[in-house]
C-alpha cells in the first residue's frame, strides 16, 4: 500500500514529531500534571488567536460546537447562513436542538454578506446569527469580520457564532477583531493534528447568553466547561490526553512561526493553486474575492474523471478530493492546509499536469 499525502480538506497529514507526542505515558486527568498541561494549552490558545476570551478544548469533533450553539446561545430563533454543506449542517443542527431557524440562502460558490444579513435581521426575532467562514464544500470564505461589525452596530444583542473549522490555524483570524460570540474549530484540518478534538473560544456575552438559557445538555454545557475550568482548571469529563500532549507541541510551533507567518504560508499555496487553476482554463467555483486560503474549490471545466485521476495519484502517493454532496464530479477540491508548503503544492499539480497530459 502506498502510503498517500493528503492534500483533502481534512484530515490533512499529520508530521511524524507530532504523532510521536501520543506515545507519551499517560497521566491522571484530575492530577497536577494534567492542570499544567492543559492551564499552559489553553494559554497558548489565548497567545495564537490573540485573545483573552474564554478558551477551551473539547474532546469531539468540530461538529460538537454546532450543537452547542444550539443548546446554550439560541434562545428562540436563529438566522442560519447557508451557502454549503457546513453552513446548512449547523442551521440544521440548531433545529434539532429544538430551536426555530430561519435560513438565508445563497447560492453554493458565493459569501455570505454583511448586507444581507442586516437586511433579514431588520426583520426582528433573532437572537443569533451563525456563519461558516470557511464552507468546505464550496471553498468560500465568508467577510466575517465586515458581518460581525455590522451586526455588533445595528443589535448588538445578537449573538455571532462563527464555524471556523477548516481555516483557523491557517487563515488569520482573531475573534476580537471578527467580533464573534463563539468561535470554534477542529485541530485535524490546519492545526495538523489526528480528529478528536475542537477549540471553542466564547465572549463573557456569550457565557451570559448561555446561563439564562435552560436545556444545555451534559456534555454540551458551556457553563459545566467553563465553571469547572475556572474551580479546576481542567475539563469536567474525561479529556483525551494524547492528542492534548500533540496540541500542546504543535500550538508552540504554530505560536513560533506565528499567525501572519503562518497565513501568509497558506494563501501563496491557494495562489499558485488558482493561477494554475487559470492556466489550464480550470474555473474557480467560488466568486472572485471571496477564495479560501485553505481549500481551492474548482469547478471540473475539463470533464476529467476526478476518480481516476484521484487512482493516479494514489500511485504516486498522493490524494485529492472530489467534489462535495451535489457537487461531486462536478467540482474538484484541493486542500493546502496545515503544514504543507508552496513546493509541495507545485509538486502535487505538476503530477497533475503529467497525468492529464498538459
Not at 75 to 86: M, P, Q
Request: proline share 4%; aromatic share 8%.
Amino acid at each position: 500500500m502506498v502510503q498517500k499525502k493528503l492534500l483533502i480538506p481534512g484530515p490533512t497529514e499529520v508530521p511524524v514529531d507530532i504523532l510521536l507526542q501520543q506515545t507519551k505515558p499517560m497521566i491522571s486527568h484530575r492530577g497536577s500534571e494534567y492542570t499544567a498541561l492543559y492551564t499552559g494549552i489553553i494559554d497558548k490558545v489565548g497567545k495564537y488567536f490573540n485573545t483573552t476570551q474564554f478558551s477551551t478544548v473539547h474532546t469531539a469533533s468540530g461538529t460538537i460546537w454546532m450543537d452547542i450553539a444550539g443548546r446554550n446561545i439560541v434562545k428562540k430563533k436563529a438566522l442560519g447562513c447557508v451557502n454549503g454543506s457546513f453552513s446548512e449542517r449547523m442551521a440544521l443542527t440548531i433545529r434539532d436542538c429544538g430551536k426555530e431557524v430561519d435560513m438565508l440562502n445563497v447560492d453554493w460558490g458565493k459569501a455570505i454578506k454583511p448586507e444581507q444579513v442586516l437586511e433579514r435581521l431588520a426583520s426582528g426575532g433573532y437572537d443569533t446569527v451563525t456563519v461558516c467562514q470557511n464552507e468546505t464544500s464550496t471553498g468560500v470564505r465568508s467577510p466575517v469580520a465586515e458581518i460581525g461589525a455590522a451586526i455588533k452596530k445595528e443589535h448588538p444583542d445578537v449573538m455571532f457564532v462563527v464555524d471556523a473549522v477548516s481555516s483557523a490555524g491557517g487563515d488569520l483570524l482573531e475573534p476580537d477583531k471578527l467580533r464573534t460570540d463563539i468561535l470554534f474549530t477542529s485541530t485535524q484540518k490546519c492545526f495538523a493534528l489526528p480528529p478528536g478534538l475542537s477549540i471553542g473560544i466564547c465572549t463573557p456575552a456569550a457565557l451570559q447568553r448561555a446561563r439564562e438559557v435552560p436545556g444545555r445538555g451534559h456534555y454540551t454545557d458551556l457553563i459545566a466547561i467553563y465553571d469547572y475550568y475556572v474551580k479546576n482548571k481542567q475539563n469536567p469529563t474525561t479529556p483525551n490526553i494524547s492528542l492534548l500532549y500533540a496540541l500542546d507541541y504543535q500550538l508552540s510551533r504554530m505560536i513560533a512561526e506565528t499567525p501572519q507567518k503562518r497565513y501568509e504560508r497558506h494563501a501563496a499555496m491557494a495562489e499558485h493553486t488558482r493561477k494554475w487553476g487559470a492556466s489550464h482554463g480550470i474555473e474557480m467555483l467560488p466568486e472572485r474575492g471571496y477564495e479560501s486560503v485553505t481549500v481551492s474549490t474548482m469547478r471540473n471545466s475539463l470533464q476529467k474523471n476526478i476518480g481516476d485521476l484521484n487512482k493516479e495519484l494514489g500511485k504516486r502517493g498522493y490524494m485529492i478530493a472530489n467534489g462535495y454532496g451535489k457537487l461531486k464530479d462536478v467540482t474538484f477540491r484541493i486542500g493546502h492546509m496545515g503544514e504543507w508548503t508552496l513546493d509541495e503544492i507545485k509538486a502535487l499539480l505538476l503530477n497533475i499536469d503529467d497525468i492529464w497530459g498538459f
